[in-house]
């Protein structure tokens, strides 16, 4: 099984180049005489962002290559392999999960050179901006609203921090509103952490703290956006077990949002974000209960206007037209050619909810789609399922991890207790064969052999202290030693103990 580090291809991402992590050359980090360049920011996911020049991040394209994992599937793929035989991408977790998680991962590392940000919000610090546009927006909330990414002090976590420019505090229980938000513990709502007024972009603006989820986008700007050659949506096509998935999980929030005497308020295509596949999250809730807080409604009504706006929602996604509720004979009429009657007339009974005086509640509506509840928890349980089966495959990966940092500890060691030999002689010069019979192995045309089951065979009998015997040379030929690898791990665990009794005598 050769070593390959070539990477092709959250969401149909384009191939990148190879990149090889070991010998890429980084000019930021080296001290040369000249004028002094702008460091480039390798977790920009604009590469034109260099010095501040590019404000808003690009989440849609990385133009420096992340460094994925070495090694990569590139087909063609042999099917016709025997019980026994493994490919090393059998060995690791698949890799459109492993580029995900580290595209999100690059995400919340990503910071921004020659920030005109404050450089501290409280505790909060590194803010980057996270709107995909400039514009000012005070439609939904009534205040121009902006979001950055920032890390705490406290804990050393990333957080979102939505903002609302010209925001006057008038009563100070309009933020501690914010406490009752914190019982709201969803899977489908964004996590609010906490809430403050702050003057630190030169004005009085109201912060709320939110969980982050890296690269989420909303559901319009996955469903409904525009195309860069015109200026009508680009729609695309969404399923009815979509459909039905979107529906179950924001029920779900309701649900929850609604037990604890509360409304959600915000249940709108630009505030709904897909965090994963198909994974739903509410986010903004809280920020009309503290503006609007001089001006008290009955919680009942508020839930009546939660579910025509869900209503409003499900509509403007199955019609692909933000502008579908402003006709709803001709929208539903449009929605009925392309779902069962059961979604339509489940649409419809959230609709009428906006003038309706009964006391219908999300139980309700919950009770309507019970089936689809079902349907949705199987496929949770399935998803559940295959991700403890990508874990197994990673499980035993410490070990083999321990064993390398071992080895390496001692093999080369250029000096202890005033022996420069130590690492040569004795009972430690058998692994010095060792590392060369596992990492150094050549051809008989002298090429290096990047053999990774090779590798994992010899660390895994390692390990496992296995009675067979292997055969080690020294580089020049003239020393030949015949070992166990239960011998290996004897002589690992002697010089180990070795060198780990005289870091203690120097603690």
């Not at 990508?390 to 064993?403: A, D, F, G, K, T």
């Amino acid at each position: 099984m050769a070593q390959q580090s070539n990477q092709g291809d959250v969401n149909g991402n384009p191939s990148h180049p190879a990149y090889d992590a070991y010998a890429a050359s980084n000019t930021s980090m080296t001290s040369t005489p000249g004028p002094q360049q702008n460091q480039v920011n390798p977790y920009a996911q604009d590469g034109s962002a260099v010095g501040g020049a590019s404000y808003y991040q690009n989440s849609a394209n990385y133009t420096q290559p992340l460094q994925y994992h070495l090694y990569t599937s590139l087909g063609p793929h042999k099917e016709n392999l025997l019980s026994y035989q493994r490919t090393s991408r059998d060995l690791f977790i698949p890799d459109s999960l492993r580029e995900d998680l580290q595209r999100k991962s690059a995400a919340t590392l990503q910071t921004l050179p020659n920030s005109t940000l404050p450089l501290q919000i409280d505790h909060f610090h590194s803010l980057v901006p996270l709107d995909t546009s400039n514009s000012k927006n005070a439609a939904l909330f009534g205040y121009p609203s902006w979001i950055y990414k920032a890390v705490s002090s406290k804990d050393g976590h990333t957080y979102a921090l939505r903002r609302l420019e010209g925001f006057r505090l008038t009563n100070e229980k309009a933020i501690r509103t914010v406490q009752n938000w914190k019982r709201v513990n969803n899977g489908n709502v964004v996590t609010i952490i906490d809430a403050f007024t702050n003057r630190s972009f030169g004005d009085s603006s109201l912060i709320l703290v939110t969980d982050y989820h890296p690269l989420s986008k909303t559901l319009i700007e996955q469903h409904l956006t525009s195309s860069r050659f015109s200026s009508r949506p680009q729609a695309s096509t969404i399923t009815e077990q979509l459909l039905w998935s979107y529906t179950v999980q924001i029920a779900n929030a309701l649900k929850a949002i609604h037990s604890v005497g509360l409304a959600a308020r915000v249940v709108d295509l630009s505030k709904v974000i897909l965090t994963s596949k198909n994974r739903i999250r509410l986010n903004a809730c809280a920020i009309l209960d503290i503006v609007q807080f001089d001006s008290p409604r009955n919680v009942i009504d508020l839930q009546h206007e939660d579910l025509a706006q869900f209503g409003k929602l499900v509509l403007s996604l199955g019609t692909s037209n933000l502008s579908a509720v402003h006709n709803l004979p001709k929208a539903m009429e449009q929605f009925a050619r392309s779902y069962s009657p059961q979604l339509k007339d489940q649409v419809f009974w959230l609709l009428k909810m906006a003038t309706s005086n009964t006391n219908d509640s999300i139980d309700s509506f919950i009770n309507a789609i019970s089936s689809h509840l079902i349907t949705a928890f199987d496929s949770t349980l399935h998803l559940d399922d295959e991700l403890n089966s990508q874990l197994n495959r990673e499980l035993e990966n410490s070990r083999i991890v321990r064993l390398i940092t071992k080895l390496n500890f001692i093999n080369e060691r250029p000096d202890y207790n005033h022996n420069r030999d130590w690492a040569e002689t004795g009972e430690r010069y058998p692994l010095k064969l060792f590392r060369d019979y596992v990492w150094h192995q050549v051809d008989s045309q002298g090429s290096p052999v990047l053999d990774l089951g090779h590798v994992l065979s010899c660390l895994n009998k390692l390990d496992a202290g296995s009675e067979e015997m292997v055969q080690l040379t020294s580089r020049d030929e003239q020393t030949c030693v015949l070992v166990s690898f239960k011998e290996l791990k004897r002589n690992i665990e002697g010089a180990f103990q070795e060198l780990l009794k005289a870091s203690r005598r120097a603690v």
